[in-house]
């Protein structure tokens, strides 16, 4: 039997891209079914805020013919925003957890009007796209969690067309060492509480604090994207830098 991720070395794993994906993506199966929840609650519902925020970026970008791509789909929040606005275009949602796709899939069924929307197991970091063929990307909570977010930027700068746009909401790793010590201790507490209280598994939710102290700053993450042909265009920050949104154009 596959051990539990209580019996994982959460730091080995993390630190090692080679072997993060094996937590990353039963994590996410058992999560799942509360992700959404969860995410409303452990933010204080700013979470609903930064993605409409995200998504009236969107809509001002692309337009209804637009293909849009949606990395670490989740549920598909960000994705059935899209497909909202790209009602003569397609969007496909990819992510790792099968059952985050599943889930996805009933709430495409349940959504009838969504009919442009379609949803896939996958890995972000290569994609089964082609080459300057998405006129936009999304991506909520997506590269923090990869085993190698250079590489995923790469793939993104791949797939994305000339004048096409990338669109990012994640947590980041604050550069002011105080703000992060408070930061990182209260999703510390908080999310092993919830984990323990929901799954019996504290680090499904304790999880996220190390994973940001593993990650980048916001600064950080720009001038990668800037590295791999992605011009910023506007970041709006969070939390004092705990949390941003990226809105970049491939050059």
Known sequence: AAPRLGELDLEAHLADPAIKQRFVTP??????????RFTRVFSFGMDRHWKAELTRWL???????ARVLDLACGTGDLAF??????????????D??????DLARARAKREASHGNVDFQVGDISVLDVPSASVDAVTAGYALRNVPDYVRTVREIARVLKPGGVLLTLDFYRPESALWR??????LSVAGNWVGW???REPVVYGYIAPSIDHFV???RFSGTLEQYGLRVVSVQTKLLGGVALHFATRV
């Open 59 to 65: 809509t001002d970008a692309i337009q209804p013919a």
């Open 181 to 186: 010590t408070l930061l990182l201790s209260y």
């Open 197 to 199: 209280l929901w799954h």
């Open 96 to 101: 790792a957890s099968s059952a985050m796709i």
């Open 27 to 36: 994590m996410f199966d058992i999560i799942a079914p509360r992700y959404d």
């Open 81 to 94: 925003a899209a497909a909202a606005r790209a009602v003569n275009g397609r969007v496909l949602g990819v």
């Open 217 to 219: 700053s916001w600064q």
